[in-house]
């Protein structure tokens, strides 16, 4: 047996004790909220113990930061695919419907995940997720429009930075149908106005 095959397994449970002990986050995050969750009651959950738990995470900011951005990468990706198969502006919505609701959960889920996911990387974060979308897309996408850097830096922060805010302002009550709407309308408006712009 190649030393290669014998890693295997070792990666495979590694990687089936990290997806047990982020869907254990998740689950007592809606149950508990921030507060009332413990790197303790995360193991007990998740039926690790406490010692493999510290293995693959420092803390809980950590395991919320990996959920996150867990979280995030499934969206870029949704996104990707989606731009992939429907290179027009008829996607838009579809796209805003996939960034509203990639982050599943409670309000105060959502909310948490998205403050994990920027804490301490701020734009960074963006960036970072940015760049991998653009390659997940070039040579793939046959898009009605050139991308500048600058068009593909808009399109992919307006969105996300106004649900961050939306996120973080719950005191509005803003009703979820109307705001998708509203950031459809954004969007839409911009994809349309550089599309006539290059004609």
């Known amino acids: 047996m190649s030393e290669k095959e014998r890693r295997n397994p070792r990666q495979m449970r590694a990687e089936a004790t990290v997806d047990a002990i982020l869907d254990a986050s998740f689950q007592l995050l809606e149950a508990e909220g921030v507060e009332g969750l413990t790197t303790n009651h995360i193991a007990a959950r998740a039926g690790v113990s406490i010692g493999t738990l510290y293995q693959y995470f420092a803390n809980k900011q950590d395991i919320l930061a990996a959920l996150a951005q867990r979280r995030a990468a499934s969206v870029r990706d949704a996104i990707a695919e989606t731009i992939i198969r429907e290179p027009h502006i008829g996607s838009v919505r579809q796209i805003v419907r996939a960034l509203m609701h990639g982050f599943e959960g409670s309000p105060r889920t959502r909310e948490a995940l998205l403050d994990a996911l920027f804490r301490g990387g701020d734009d960074a974060v963006l960036v970072r997720h940015h760049e991998a979308f653009l390659s997940a897309i070039a040579g793939k996408a046959r898009l009605q429009m050139q991308l500048t850097p600058e ?10 930075s106004l649900l961050r805010a ?6 509005l009550a803003l009703d979820a149908t109307r705001l998708e709407d509203e950031l459809v309308r954004l969007m839409e408006s911009y994809v349309a106005a550089l599309v006539s712009a290059q004609r």
């Open 166 to 171: 939306a996120a973080a302002a719950q005191e």
């Open 151 to 160: 068009s593909a830096f808009v399109l992919t922060h307006a969105a996300i």
